[in-house]
């Protein structure tokens, strides 16, 4: 297959499966810089991947052995964090705020200065190396969440934004009634760090494997306006593609509120996330 051939898949794509433009874009890049490849297999591989994004995949990236200590230690004193906090405080706590509770807390104990930057590291690096390619709008590891902008959903141990995101899940649940559940919601940069990273830890430190299902931090839309929906008392299965049985799915799909930031077959590098409800259209 050649350029031209492979620019009409992607075209169609952005028809039939709400691929945007942006991953088409970044998508051409890569393969303008691996001319050689076969871009049959390319796209084969890609979409095997994303149905097993739980696997590994030879290609993944996974944290050097020279750091592996600094990444286990760092995931240890993240999760003691996360305790101590508590976990409605931890969603939106900032990095700069992380860094001073644990400071003064010796349960938790003060984040080395090998541990600090291997989480700049992490932060800033290019996603795109490990596979994901989907936008970045947090810039800075210290940016915050304006907690004035924010409530807490009661009886959920999540928080959302005042305005679109707040004014979207209300109406959600005025018409899907106590059924639909609010699974996640502002997400800021140390919730996503320790997410990012248990999910690496888990599986031998494997940064594409975990940057299939979580965005790396910086990369999460949680952290803008977005949020997970799901069953009452469906559990976890709420986050597989279980959810899309259940009468919360089908009544979302059929009002036309599942505007997804990862569709089926999407080119961003993530799994299909039938629960995650996109805000805005624009970004
Ligand atoms: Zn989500």
């Given at each position: 297959m050649?350029?031209?051939?492979?620019?009409?898949?992607?075209?169609?794509?952005?028809?039939?499966?709400?691929?945007?433009?942006?991953?088409?874009?970044?998508?051409?890049?890569?393969?303008?810089?691996?001319?050689?490849?076969?871009?049959?297999?390319?796209?084969?591989?890609?979409?095997?991947?994303?149905?097993?994004?739980?696997?590994?995949?030879?290609?993944?990236?996974?944290?050097?052995?020279?750091?592996?200590?600094?990444?286990?230690?760092?995931?240890?004193?993240?999760?003691?964090?996360?305790?101590?906090?508590?976990?409605?405080?931890?969603?939106?706590?900032?990095?700069?705020?992380?860094?001073?509770?644990?400071?003064?807390?010796?349960?938790?104990?003060?984040?080395?200065k090998a541990e600090i930057r291997f989480m700049e590291m992490i932060f800033y690096a290019e996603a795109e190396r490990y596979g994901f390619l989907g936008q970045k709008p947090l810039n800075k590891i210290t940016d915050r969440i304006k907690t004035k902008e924010a409530m807490k959903v009661p009886h959920t141990g999540n928080y959302l934004y005042r305005g679109l995101p707040l004014e979207t899940y209300e109406k959600i649940k005025q018409l899907v009634g106590d059924e639909v559940v609010l699974t996640s919601g502002i997400r800021g940069i140390m919730?996503?760090?320790?997410?990012?990273?248990?999910?690496?830890?888990?599986?031998?430190?494997?940064?594409?494997?975990?940057?299939?299902?979580?965005?790396?931090?910086?990369?999460?839309?949680?952290?803008?306006?977005?949020?997970?929906?799901?069953?009452?008392?469906?559990?976890?299965?709420?986050?597989t593609k279980r959810f899309t049985h259940t009468d919360v799915y089908k009544k979302l799909s059929e009002l036309g509120y599942l505007k997804l930031r990862y569709p089926q077959k999407n080119l961003l590098g993530v799994r299909f996330e039938p629960w995650h409800i996109k805000v805005r259209d624009n970004i």
């Open positions: 050649n350029r031209r051939d492979f620019l009409k898949i992607l075209a169609m794509g952005v028809i039939r499966w709400g691929i945007t433009p942006d991953a088409v874009a970044k998508n051409m890049e890569i393969m303008s810089r691996t001319p050689s490849q076969n871009l049959d297999d390319h796209i084969r591989d890609y979409l095997n991947k994303m149905e097993n994004f739980n696997e590994y995949h030879a290609e993944d990236v996974q944290i050097d052995n020279a750091i592996y200590k600094v990444f286990t230690s760092t995931v240890k004193r993240l999760r003691r964090l996360q305790q101590y906090a508590g976990h409605g405080n931890f969603q939106i706590l900032s990095f700069e705020d992380g860094l001073n509770i644990a400071r003064k807390y010796s349960r938790i104990g003060e984040f080395s919730k996503q760090f320790l997410l990012f990273l248990n999910k690496a830890d888990k599986n031998h430190g494997n940064l594409s494997l975990a940057s299939r299902s979580l965005a790396p931090p910086g990369y999460s839309f949680h952290g803008n306006g977005d949020f997970d929906v799901g069953q009452a008392g469906f559990g976890a299965a709420n986050f």
